[in-house]
T-cell receptor
Framework: AQSVTQLGSHVSVSEGALVLLRCNYSSSVPPYLFWYVQYPNQGLQLLLKYTSAATLVKGINGFEAEFKKSETSFHLTKPSAHMSDAAEYFCAVTTPNNNDMRFGAGTRLTVKP | EPEVTQTPSHQVTQMGQEVILRCVPISNHLYFYWYRQILGQKVEFLVSFYNNEISEKSEIFDDQFSVERPDGSNFTLKIRSTKLEDSAMYFC???????????FGDGTRLSIL
């Protein structure tokens, strides 16, 4: 079955600094990959998705992610962190015609002023 | 923008009792899902539902669990005889099609005493 691993359960950056949240996937077939954000006491909100089109995917709130098949990675980046970016971020994977979405353990992003 | 809504936001139940968690998916979505998130742990897939039947389920979704779409709008998760370890946040999600982005509700926090 497909899976994702998020490296780093907690990432802390200064406001204005680069945000890099790491995700590596495992899948026997070409994957579909997603990043979700979860704010306290809320559900998951889709940031962006990769579904076999462009490998560089742009999402909401200035985030983007690049699918790298050679590295089995789908890291999430944002050039300049904002205080409002502080949240839990989840990488997720599924495969074509499969509704079983697997989530990573999550990375908590803290933004320091 | 249409949302997935879940009720109640917090449910407290005695161990051994039955509990029903309710969800109203986005109206033109065809696929429905339940996930759970035990405090401090990753989001875990429970079940997906399409065309009035379960399309996939995880190993967590045992005979204690059932799902139903009793009418044209609600999608419910029933736990027959709750255990302490069922305490978690339960998220409902829906999507327009298979592999389409899943839209999540804000969750129901289930506390088993």
């Amino acid at each position: 079955a497909q899976s994702v691993t998020q490296l780093g359960s907690h990432v802390s950056v200064s406001e204005g600094a680069l945000v890099l949240l790491r995700c590596n996937y495992s899948s026997s077939v070409p994957p579909y990959l997603f990043w979700y954000v979860q704010y306290p006491n809320q559900g998951l909100q889709l940031l962006l998705k990769y579904t076999s089109a462009a490998t560089l995917v742009k999402g909401i709130n200035g985030f983007e992610a690049e699918f790298k098949k050679s590295e089995t990675s789908f890291h999430l980046t944002k050039p300049s962190a904002h205080m409002s970016d502080a949240a839990e971020y989840f990488c997720a994977v599924t495969t074509p015609n499969n509704n079983d979405m697997r989530f990573g353990a999550g990375t908590r992003l803290t933004v320091k002023p | 923008e249409p949302e997935v809504t879940q009720t109640p936001s917090h449910q407290v139940t005695q161990m051994g009792q039955e509990v029903i968690l309710r969800c109203v998916p986005i109206s033109n979505h065809l696929y429905f899902y339940w996930y759970r998130q035990i405090l401090g742990q990753k989001v875990e897939f429970l079940v997906s539902f399409y065309n009035n039947e379960i399309s996939e389920k995880s190993e967590i979704f045992d005979d204690q669990f059932s799902v139903e779409r009793p009418d044209g709008s609600n999608f419910t998760l029933k736990i027959r005889s709750t255990k302490l370890e069922d305490s978690a946040m339960y998220f409902c999600a829906s999507s327009r099609g298979v592999n389409q982005p899943q839209h999540f509700g804000d969750g129901t926090r289930l506390s088993i005493l």
